[in-house]
């Protein structure tokens, strides 16, 4: 239970579903958490939970390049130094087919994922440990797609591509990075898709899900945020560049 003993981790949407669980799992592996989120009531009792020694938080958007600088510096401030950033904050987006997709909302989608883990980087990668290691939480759709969500498919697609520039521009110092593709996973988040995509009540939509799964079932968010750990802690230290599948088959 020490895998990250010492280590200090920034988690952007921090104060909820895989991010929060992810935080849970590190600080219980030995790490101090800085989680940055939009929900300042949310946040602060995570942190509560998770122990004001072991935890701090920000308030940041993480398409606001000043929020997000600031954000880096309250982590430091608290902690140190730091030693691992997991890029988790997402937005679903709408689901429309190309041509009936609000142009706002397809900007919207790629801010918040692209913009934002490049802002995430930008201003973690100068201050990151020699050594440490960057996870960007892209999705079973960032290595395939479906109808009707051409904003989040091309945005978790375009963030393996940030990942890939980031691992080769890195290595030099033994910073690692790489992206996580969770498959369905039992979060509001991904219920409020699986409705609207569906058009069913919850748990019908969630088993129409469960059909296109090979281990026919969702994952958990602590099952994410195990594969999260694997990728940042040294078990994983000759890894960089790679897309780690944690989908039950959904993308093969
Ligand atoms: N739940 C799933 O099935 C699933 C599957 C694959 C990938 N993902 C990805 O996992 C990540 C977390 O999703 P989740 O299911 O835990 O959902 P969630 O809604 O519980 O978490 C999203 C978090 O992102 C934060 N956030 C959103 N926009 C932000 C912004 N502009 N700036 C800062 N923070 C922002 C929210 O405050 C929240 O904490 C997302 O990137 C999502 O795309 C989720």
Redesign the pocket.
């Given at each position: 239970m020490d895998r990250l003993k010492g280590k200090v981790a920034l988690i952007?949407?921090?104060?909820?579903?895989?991010?929060m669980a992810t935080a849970r799992r590190f600080t219980a592996e030995g790490a101090l958490v800085h989680l940055?989120?939009?929900?300042g009531e949310r946040l602060r009792r995570a942190v509560a939970e998770l122990g004001p020694e072991q935890a701090g938080c920000s308030v940041?958007?993480?398409?606001d390049e000043a929020a997000v600088r600031a954000a880096v510096r309250a982590a430091l401030d608290q902690f140190g130094t730091l030693d691992v950033v997991f890029s988790?904050?997402?937005?679903?987006g709408p689901i429309a087919p190309i041509t009936e997709y609000p142009t706002e909302a397809f900007r919207r989608v790629l801010d918040?994922?692209v913009l934002?883990a490049f802002l995430v980087l930008k201003h973690t990668l100068p201050v990151l440990a020699d050594g440490g290691s960057v996870i960007i939480?892209s999705?079973?759709v960032g290595l395939t797609s479906d109808p009707g969500i051409a904003g989040y498919a091309t945005a978790k697609h375009a963030q393996v591509g940030l990942a890939r520039t980031a691992a080769k521009e890195a290595a030099a110092r033994s910073i690692r990075v790489n992206t996580i593709h969770?498959?369905?996973?039992d979060?509001?988040?991904?219920a409020a898709i699986e409705t609207a995509a569906t058009g069913l009540p919850p748990a019908a939509a969630a088993s129409v899900f469960d059909q296109m799964i090979p281990l026919r079932r969702h994952a958990s968010?602590e099952e994410i945020a195990a594969s999260v750990l694997y990728l940042a802690c040294d078990d994983s230290r000759f890894v960089t560049g790679s897309t780690l599948r944690v989908d039950g088959g959904m993308s093969i």
């Amino acid at each position: 239970m020490d895998r990250l003993k010492g280590k200090v981790a920034l988690i952007t949407g921090g104060e909820s579903g895989i991010g929060m669980a992810t935080a849970r799992r590190f600080t219980a592996e030995g790490a101090l958490v800085h989680l940055v989120g939009l929900d300042g009531e949310r946040l602060r009792r995570a942190v509560a939970e998770l122990g004001p020694e072991q935890a701090g938080c920000s308030v940041a958007d993480v398409t606001d390049e000043a929020a997000v600088r600031a954000a880096v510096r309250a982590a430091l401030d608290q902690f140190g130094t730091l030693d691992v950033v997991f890029s988790n904050a997402g937005v679903s987006g709408p689901i429309a087919p190309i041509t009936e997709y609000p142009t706002e909302a397809f900007r919207r989608v790629l801010d918040v994922h692209v913009l934002g883990a490049f802002l995430v980087l930008k201003h973690t990668l100068p201050v990151l440990a020699d050594g440490g290691s960057v996870i960007i939480n892209s999705s079973v759709v960032g290595l395939t797609s479906d109808p009707g969500i051409a904003g989040y498919a091309t945005a978790k697609h375009a963030q393996v591509g940030l990942a890939r520039t980031a691992a080769k521009e890195a290595a030099a110092r033994s910073i690692r990075v790489n992206t996580i593709h969770p498959g369905p996973t039992d979060t509001p988040f991904q219920a409020a898709i699986e409705t609207a995509a569906t058009g069913l009540p919850p748990a019908a939509a969630a088993s129409v899900f469960d059909q296109m799964i090979p281990l026919r079932r969702h994952a958990s968010p602590e099952e994410i945020a195990a594969s999260v750990l694997y990728l940042a802690c040294d078990d994983s230290r000759f890894v960089t560049g790679s897309t780690l599948r944690v989908d039950g088959g959904m993308s093969i």
